[in-house]
């Protein structure tokens, strides 16, 4: 993951093979395949996963997301579905990291970070020695209701600018991005790629004309 100019596309909550080819035959990056989650949309069981992680062309990454926070569950889910990447959604104790590096050292690592607040930033240096990349959401993991991603939120993204500053890794947005807005958070924060998924979805589905236009808007920013 080395940062270029072109800020990079992941469609996430991936639910079927269609979905799949419609998001690479728009230009996606990277798919994001969901695995349990305590809520959220797009969750899909590890043989579908493993079949579309098996078959998406080469130079698309494949992200699994994953909620399971012990090293060898993590390990147990990547081998089951074989992706590119591992996406960790929630805040882990980073001591599994060596781990995940060891047993599995082809498989790229990713931390999704919850903005709530300027905390976030304290948390650079508890995982950056360890992962490819990070990714910044609006998920609540302490709230009543536990939420890791999909919620169709925006996030402070002056906090996720300080964030990309303070790094050494690149960074994806996430939470509440579409057409309307993707170019204006590039903008705002400079982050290496963005990640979406409610704002490309008509009725659950993937709206090939929202993920058009999304891509439209992401690759005419300046």
């Keep these: 993951m080395s940062a270029t100019r072109q800020t990079r596309v992941k469609v996430c909550c991936i639910s079927s093979e269609a979905e ?3 998001a690479v035959a728009c230009g996606a990056n990277a798919l994001g395949l969901v695995g349990p989650m305590p809520s959220g949309p797009g969750i899909i069981d590890e043989t579908l996963a493993a079949r579309i992680a098996s078959t998406t062309p080469p ?25 590119s990447v591992v996406q960790v959604v929630q ?73 990309v500053e303070a790094t050494l890794r690149p960074v994806f947005l996430a939470g509440g991005l579409k057409p309307g807005n993707v170019s204006g958070a590039i903008g705002r924060v ?25 891509m439209v808007a992401v690759r005419t920013v300046v």
């Design 20 to 22: 799949a080819a419609l």
């Design 59 to 83: 130079g698309v990454e494949t992200f699994l997301l994953t909620s399971r926070i012990e090293a060898t569950d993590i390990l147990a889910h990547v081998g089951s579905v074989r992706p």
């Design 91 to 163: 805040h882990v104790d980073p001591g599994v990291y060596p781990l995940l590096m060891k047993a599995a050292p082809g498989v790229k690592r990713v931390q999704v970070i919850h903005v709530e607040d300027a905390g976030a930033l304290d948390l650079i240096g508890r995982y950056e020695p360890y992962v490819h990349a990070f990714l910044l959401d609006s998920g609540r993991p302490n709230a009543d209701t536990v939420e890791l991603g999909g919620t169709g939120r925006t996030h402070d993204w002056e906090i996720s600018r300080r964030f």
């Design 190 to 214: 400079n982050p290496f790629g963005v990640d979406l998924c409610s704002g490309v979805r008509s009725n659950g589905d993937l709206d090939e004309e929202k993920l058009r236009a999304f």
